[in-house]
């Protein structure tokens, strides 16, 4: 394993990062967290198989938090008993994906998720 992967952050620098790179991330005891807020169940249960799969490719694994209508997800890397570049880069992997919107990068070839509350799944920022 890259030693460069196993290195830890200081508080100021993780919040300077996530303060340039991941906006909607906090640092919070020890850990990088964003909630992700959803329009119900099915919503919820498509960000944990997404945020699941990402993390599973990834060989590293959140904590989540689930709820109706929420999905939190918290990283830490275990074995550095901190913030490292793995943490930053599953949480920018994940925040991409799941914040992707199909239709404005897409130049019409997906129409993206319709305008309509009961199709809407992932509340935007």
Do not use: C
Request: no cysteine; proline share 3%; aromatic share 12%.
């Amino acid at each position: 394993m890259s030693q460069h992967l196993e290195t830890t952050f200081s508080d100021e620098a993780i919040r300077q990062r996530l303060k340039n790179e991941l906006p909607h991330w906090v640092y919070e005891k020890g850990w990088i967290r964003r909630k992700f807020k959803t329009s119900g169940w099915k919503a919820t249960l498509m960000v944990v198989t997404t945020v699941g799969h990402l993390a599973e490719k990834a060989w590293h694994h959140p904590d989540l938090n689930v709820s109706y209508a929420f999905v939190i997800v918290k990283l830490v890397t275990h074995s550095a008993k901190g913030i490292t570049e793995k943490d930053f880069k599953l949480a920018k992997k994940i925040e991409d994906v799941l914040m992707w919107d199909a239709a404005s990068d897409s130049n019409g070839v997906f129409e993206g998720t319709p305008d309509d509350p009961r199709f809407k799944y992932i509340k935007k920022n």
